[in-house]
């Protein structure tokens, strides 16, 4: 059995930017607007001479109430994701109750992918993709600085081209 060195939880972790809660909150608040047009529209042209059925208030109470917890906990939720570089895998940590960290050794990498949609390109972010051998380890690494995701994706396919022995 090999001994695991795992980070400093405060020092060694590389945190993804604080402007990525901003992307979650209105992500979530489209969300909110979508059910709410859907909820309109179910109550005041489909039902327009009758009262919605009960189930649809309690549909769309839930649905609110969710977002509205996700909402609070989405800068928590941003502070807890983070990378580390180590010698021979990165390291990706995200989750708050149930955290999940995750090796993907640079010699299973197989391809790493910047991606920029529209409201993270407008905050200057980016979304750092890795797919391994494994269909199960595929990382998405969200948040990133677009200058820093696209020196981190460099970084890994000259660390994945010196490590692959064997494939």
Do not use: C
Request: proline share 5%.
């Amino acid at each position: 059995m090999t001994n695991i060195e795992w980070p400093n939880r405060d020092q060694a972790w590389q945190r993804v930017s604080p402007k990525y809660a901003y992307a979650d909150l209105i992500m979530n608040l489209l969300f909110v607007v979508i059910v709410g047009a859907a909820y309109s529209f179910i109550a005041f042209v489909v039902n327009a001479s009758r009262q919605p059925p009960w189930f649809v208030h309690l549909i769309v109470g839930a649905v609110v109430l969710v977002m509205l917890v996700n909402a609070v906990l989405a800068f928590r939720r941003v502070r807890a994701i983070g990378y580390v570089l180590r010698e021979d895998d990165l390291l990706f940590r995200r989750g708050i109750m149930f955290e999940r960290i995750i090796a993907v050794p640079y010699g299973r990498l197989q391809l790493v992918d910047v991606t920029r949609g529209p409201l993270l390109r407008s905050l200057g972010l980016a979304t750092l993709k890795f797919v391994t051998a494994s269909a199960a380890t595929g990382v998405n690494l969200p948040g990133l600085p677009e200058a820093e995701a696209e020196a981190l994706r460099d970084r890994l396919v000259e660390l994945a081209e010196t490590r692959r022995s064997g494939l």
